[in-house]
């Protein structure tokens, strides 16, 4: 049977019914240097999550052995992680669960935007300090507002709906969706993302890290933001991320909650992870979390089985209908 690297973690439930088929499963984390080393020509498959890197150098080393990798599994969505070209090269098939995590983020995105208007980071900070704020801690509320989404994907028609619920007026700037499907969702699709943020006091980020995104978020986009909703309530600026690290430039928001351009800023995802000394930790106006946006019990169940289901695909010689090259 085959031999698969699991390097970043997976359900157990997920393991084990690969186990229980028959197949090898090695559950270890291995360092950059024994990646470019070859040390997964010895497996079939490899799965991975955002920790390790599956560059052109590794990819090649990968499938040096006459019987190398043949499959990358994604645990999540993003891939900025893998490099495609290099796969396609050297034949190996790349597949991630796209649909797996959705839940989970739309969540999280939700909370984070809440947290943003209701100054909640903020108050628990200063309660910790025996500062009683109550007086300065007035927010706003999402009904009345434009939410802006940069991507119109799954997740953040899932936030879309959400934020609905609310009563916020859903934008979107999304090159590949149709006007048709925006429509069809109560959604104004915008030509290009300046209009987006020209309309919207709150944006959230849903699109994939690319060179067209890299900083798409950034102070001269930040400066044309509205601060007033569109109820008219001077409810200021907010951005939230997690989707991917380095479409929002963390120096211009930065800047831009230190000039007041931005009431809040919360990100899940950023340009260096671990973001441990990152400059926007110590701002008031700043709030986030350790890319935990598929980290729910339920996410990683499904991520697992989805990804039990990809192998199984691939081992019987089929291409999953989450392949990407």
């Known amino acids: ?43 079939d498959a490899v799965v991975v999550r955002s920790a390790t890197k599956m560059t052109a150098e590794v990819i090649n080393a990968s499938c040096s052995a006459e019987n190398g990798l043949s499959f990358i599994g994604r645990a999540g969505v993003g891939v900025d992680n893998i490099d495609l070209e290099a796969a396609s090269t050297n034949g190996v098939l790349v597949c991630n669960t796209p649909g797996a995590s959705t839940k989970s983020v739309v969540e999280l995105t939700i ?85 987006l943020f020209n309309h919207c006091t709150h944006i959230s980020v849903h699109c994939n890290l690319s060179d067209e995104t890299k900083h798409l978020v950034n102070l001269d986009r930040i400066s044309m933001m509205p601060r007033i909703g569109a109820d008219g309530t001077a409810c200021g600026n907010h951005i939230v991320n997690c989707a991917r690290g380095g479409i929002v430039d963390e120096i211009a928001v930065l800047e831009a909650l230190d000039s007041g351009m931005l009431t809040s800023a919360a990100l899940d ?30 996410a990683q169940t499904r991520v697992g089985l989805e990804m039990v289901n990809n192998l199984l695909i691939h081992f019987d010689g089929e291409r999953p209908t989450s392949a990407l090259n």
Not at 119 to 143: H, M, N, Q, V, Y
Not at 292 to 298: D, K, Q
């Open 111 to 195: 909370g984070h935007l809440l947290a943003c208007v209701r100054f909640i980071p903020k108050a628990d900070r200063t309660l910790r300090r025996s500062e009683w704020a109550k007086k300065s801690l007035k927010g706003s509320e999402l009904g009345g507002k434009r939410l802006g989404l940069i991507g119109y994907g799954r997740i953040a028609q899932g936030v879309g709906s959400l934020a609905q619920s609310f009563g916020m007026e859903i934008h979107a700037y999304d090159p590949y969706v149709s006007q048709k499907l925006a429509s069809k969702l109560g959604c104004t699709l915008h030509d290009n993302v300046d209009e």
């Open 269 to 298: 995802v950023y340009e260096v992870e671990p973001a441990i000394g990152n400059p926007l930790l110590a701002h008031e106006g700043f709030h986030g979390s350790p890319h935990i946006g598929a980290a729910t019990l339920e």
């Open 1 to 43: 049977m085959s031999r698969i690297a699991v390097t970043d973690g997976m359900a157990p439930d997920a393991v084990a019914k690969l186990e229980e088929l028959g197949h090898e499963v090695v559950t270890q984390h291995y360092s950059p240097e024994e990646l470019i080393g070859g040390v997964l020509s010895a497996f």
